[in-house]
């Protein structure tokens, strides 16, 4: 038996999955590892813990798999975007912490920027909007706070590299130093349209061009895997930020596929096709994985509490004991009976863009009971999902007939159909789902020649069950409506 390796660097953990010739789950691991929080709003990662987890895992999985290095074909990386490293070109060595993504530490800096009226200069060139997310400050905050680093930077002698470029770097004891559209389109630094570094942006944060990673497809040969480190050298194929690895997974390569990731938040990513839809909602546009040498654009939208939501009310309402009872509970009424609940805990994302939103519960009578408040909190999921899925569709053009689905909350069988009903469109759940592994093996596994093609791919990984709507038109529009309201409440606070 062959397999794929498929590493998975997520902010909490890294994981490891061998997928068989079948495309199927043969053995994984993962290790979770700490987070650094210096102060509140910062958050950072040793790298050593970043590249010590995924080394470690390899071996669980393959053990798991009853799996021998020699048996695998292919490596595809796959990792959390937009975290910021910088380190020394000879020695390998961090010059500082890993800045994650969630880390707010530069916010101030974006905020001169917008104020400066950069915002627009910005989006033109990169499909972003101006956030602290985003590499691109965190790369200067380095660079403006570490002793010395600017001026090695300078004189050529600084690395900068998102997680999949440290990989590939250590992976491949330096010889590797390079990343993927899909992850350099995340730094603030990629002019999207050019498929180039943007000399503009270079300047404007101070950046020396030096420090920049050659810009690959995702699914293309990065290079081989030192045999210091795995054992033996193995070809590494592909490489992808998550959620267009998962994107990918999902097989949506054509124009106006689309899949929604329910974990804690909600990742809706579509893929807009050759051209970049330009979001007249505050949507993101960015660059999708593809094996071609031109990558598919693609529109990128989050709801910020969806899952979560679910474990408020378990947690602090205490109205369920488990996130999986949430489903038995709201299928216990026939309706939420007019209840919303707008779960804008920390402001509302696209399209409100309403950070001073707070969340609301509207409707209640004197009949309202826990299930309805239950049901009420997972139909706020889906209608929060549909605002963005409706954004997208007046973006791009494109009614949107189905949508693939994943994540925790994904399982939940009466959310799923609820979505269905509120978009009059079909959601599909794979069996499969592993997709962000899953991707970046697809990717892998086509490279080397395990796989023929998409077609090949589709059977492997089918449909475990399709939700289709079943509501009318007139209901779905009362609903729509009283949604529209109780978020006009959330946002008087
Ligand atoms: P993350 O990767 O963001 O940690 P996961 O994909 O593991 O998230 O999903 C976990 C989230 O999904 C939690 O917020 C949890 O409340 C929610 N969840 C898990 N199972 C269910 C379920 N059966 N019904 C509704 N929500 C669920």
Not at 97 to 103: E, G, K, R, S, T
Request: glycine share 10%; charged share 25%; with cysteine.
């Amino acid at each position: 038996m062959k397999y794929i390796l498929a590493l998975d660097q997520g902010t909490t953990s890294s994981r490891a999955i061998l997928f068989d010739e079948q495309g199927k789950v043969a053995g994984k691991a993962y290790q979770e590892f700490r987070q650094i929080y210096p102060r509140a709003g910062w958050v950072e990662h040793d790298p050593k813990d970043i590249l010590g987890t995924q080394v470690g895992v390899v071996a669980e999985a393959l053990v798991r798999a009853g799996a021998d290095i020699s048996d695998v074909e292919a490596i595809g990386i796959t990792n959390q975007r937009e975290t910021t490293l910088v380190w020394d070109a000879k020695t390998g060595k961090p010059v500082y912490n890993a800045i994650v993504w969630q880390c707010r530490r530069t916010a101030d800096m974006c905020e001169r920027l917008r104020k400066e009226g950069l915002e627009d200069f910005i989006y033109k060139k990169t499909g972003l909007v101006a956030d602290a997310y985003f590499s691109a400050t965190k790369i200067k905050w380095i660079l403006d706070n570490v002793s010395g680093a600017r001026a090695r930077a300078e004189r050529g002698e600084l690395r900068f590299g998102t997680v999949d470029t440290y990989l590939l770097y250590s992976l491949t004891r330096g010889r590797v130093f390079a990343t993927d559209y899909t992850n350099a389109a995340r730094t603030m630094l990629f002019n999207i349209h050019t498929l180039e570094w943007d000399e503009d942006l270079l300047k404007l944060f101070g950046i020396p061009r030096s420090m920049l990673p050659k810009v690959q497809p995702s699914g293309s040969l990065f290079g081989v895997t030192d045999s210091r480190l795995l054992g033996r050298e193995i070809e590494i194929r592909a490489v992808a930020g998550d959620q267009q690895a998962s994107l990918f997974g999902h097989l949506c390569t054509h124009k106006g596929q689309i899949k929604t990731t329910y974990g804690t938040g909600c990742f809706l990513l579509m893929n807009a096709g050759d051209e970049p839809a330009e979001s007249k909602n505050g949507l993101i546009t960015s660059l999708g994985a593809g094996t071609g040498d031109k990558p598919p654009y693609v529109l990128e939208g989050s709801v910020f509490v969806g899952g979560a939501a679910v474990q408020w009310l378990r947690d602090e309402m205490k109205l369920i004991s488990s996130a999986a009872e949430s489903e038995e509970c709201a299928n216990k009424v026939s309706s939420s009976e007019g209840v919303y609940m707008v779960p804008a805990f920390t402001g509302l994302g696209a399209p409100y863009w309403d950070a001073s939103a707070r969340g609301a519960v509207v409707g209640i009578t004197r009949g309202t009971r826990r299930e309805h408040l239950v049901r009420a909190a997972l139909e706020g999921i889906a209608y929060q999902v549909s605002d963005i899925v409706r954004a997208m569709q007046r973006d791009v053009g494109v009614k949107i007939s189905e949508m693939r689905v994943d994540g925790g909350a994904a399982a939940n069988n009466f959310l799923m159909q609820f979505q269905s009903d509120i978009l009059d469109c079909r959601v599909l759940r794979p069996r499969i789902i592993e997709t962000t592994g899953l991707g970046v093996a697809y990717l892998a596994g086509l490279g080397c020649g395990m796989w023929s093609g998409e077609e090949e791919l589709e059977k492997m990984n089918g449909v475990e069950r399709a939700f289709s709507p079943d509501m009318s038109e007139n209901d779905r529009a009362a609903r729509l409506k009283g949604w529209r309201s109780a978020v006009n409440a959330a946002r008087q606070n």
